[in-house]
């Protein structure tokens, strides 16, 4: 996470702001623990290590191995017949967003809702409670890639990082670049104001460049750029420039990109990450793979879909077979392009996109069933791990810090039930996570 300060006048008023920050700093991380169970899969290699320890000291990991001596004074916590992973990393988030899934065709209007209806402020609360959801399911960092008003989700990753409240480490996008429209769909002229609260629209190669700089100085440390909007779409020309300006500071980029056009203006521009690329042609894949763009399929099950769209309500057998007739041949298409993006070797990060309410679910539980549709495109829990985990952290630019279980990281570590290795539904039952060295969740 790097902030950007160019000034000098700009650092003393930082500084003057944060001593006057109270005195609530991050939870004291506990001294030293050993942490015990079974297996332990570091997401460093293959392999699974049996009768695994991990030592934490402060906020970091200190050894990580296979019945490692237990120095005294460590607090003990015994998980048994469980798997120790790396926290997770979900790539694709949008925490102060939650929409009503029940009519699909309505999601404009559902958004325009919300832009109008909900402050920042609002927003960023209801972040607080879906960023806790995530923590408390296992995700301990996520890139939260828009729709949080203007700038809510940096004063949400502030937040937490000041330790005023629970949640994942988060890297922030502030609002999303986009053509005009965002993602609105078409709005009267007195309507169109609205999308400027959602989306930073650009018009032009030096526009575009000066909304990165704008995006920067407002504290994202990522920049999301919706490339084939509704109904504009963002020019390769546009792309490069803001990948440019992004790159420059050391920062990375993501572009929401769907289709042949939109796909190939993201990966010609050199982003870091494409989102979603539901349809994507394979010689957009073979570039993704050559420049190491990252894919992030944010993928559902007909089942995840399903309970989506009927909410609380239970469909009729009727209802449930026209849907599944409706969305069956469109999964199986996303299902074989990601089986095509990774014979082709492109990288793979997991993201969940979630911003819709799940029935039976909370935001973190929720997000978790991406991995299922993992699965039933052929990726191996040990695959799947990668992609929620290192995969993450590296798209993030946090390899340094998260993302393996290794000496010298941050001690974000969580705990399944059973062997991960074999299962990667397991993901989806966190009993214990500790984020930084400060036990979260530990479930008997
Ligand atoms: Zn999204």
């Not at 909900?118 to 729709?147: F, Y």
Request: with cysteine; charged share 25%; net charge negative.
């Amino acid at each position: 996470m790097q902030r950007m300060i160019r000034a000098g006048l700009l650092v003393l008023a930082v500084s003057a702001f944060a001593s006057a920050v109270p005195a609530q700093t991050p939870p004291k991380s506990g001294g030293q623990f050993a942490i015990r169970a079974a297996r332990l899969i570091d997401a460093k290699s293959d392999t699974v290590i049996f009768n695994a320890v991990i030592l934490v000291e402060g906020e970091k990991i200190s050894a990580v191995g296979s019945g490692l001596a237990i120095p005294p004074g460590a607090k003990v916590i015994e998980l048994g017949d469980a798997t120790l992973l790396p926290g997770l990393v979900d790539s694709h988030t949008h925490l102060l967003s939650e929409m009503d899934g029940t009519n699909i065709s309505l999601q404009d209007i559902e958004m325009l809702r919300i832009v109008a209806t909900q402050s920042t402020a609002e927003r960023a609360l209801l972040g607080a409670k879906l960023g806790r959801e995530d923590l408390e399911a296992g995700i301990t960092t996520v890139r939260d890639l828009g729709n949080s008003g203007v700038n809510g989700d940096v004063a949400l990753r502030d937040a937490i990082d000041r330790g005023w409240l629970p949640g994942p480490r988060i890297v922030a996008s502030t609002r999303a670049l986009a053509a005009q429209g965002g993602q609105f769909g078409r709005l009267t002229p007195e309507a169109q104001l609205i999308i400027e609260q959602e989306y930073v629209t650009v018009k032009g190669a030096e526009a575009a460049r000066e909304a990165v700089r704008q995006a920067l100085y407002d504290g994202a440390n990522c920049i999301k750029v919706i490339v084939n909007g509704s109904p504009a779409n963002v020019t390769v020309e546009e792309m490069k420039a803001i990948v440019d300006e992004a790159h420059a500071s050391g920062v990375k980029v993501a572009a929401h990109a769907i289709g042949d056009k939109a796909t190939r203006i993201a990966a010609e521009a050199g982003v870091d990450s494409i989102e979603h690329a539901y349809v994507v042609p394979d010689d957009v894949l073979k570039m993704m793979a050559e420049k190491h763009i990252f894919l992030v399929p944010t993928d559902g099950t007909l089942q995840t879909f399903e309970d989506m769209s009927f909410g609380e309500r239970k469909p009729s057998a009727g209802e449930k077979e026209l849907f599944e007739k409706r969305f069956h041949g469109y999964l199986e298409k996303i299902s074989g392009r990601l089986q095509r993006a990774r014979k082709m070797g492109v990288p793979i990060a997991a993201g969940s996109d979630m911003y819709l309410s799940m029935p039976g679910r909370n935001r973190g539980q929720a997000s978790l069933l991406v991995y299922e549709a993992y699965a039933e495109a052929g990726m191996k829990p040990m695959e799947i791990i990668q992609a929620a985990t290192r995969n993450g952290a590296e798209l993030l630019g946090m390899a340094d810090r998260i993302g393996t279980l290794e000496t010298g990281k941050l001690a974000d570590i969580i705990a399944v039930p059973g062997d991960a290795s074999k299962d990667a539904k397991a993901l989806e039952h966190a009993k214990f996570v500790m984020k930084g060295g400060v036990v979260i969740k530990n479930e008997k």
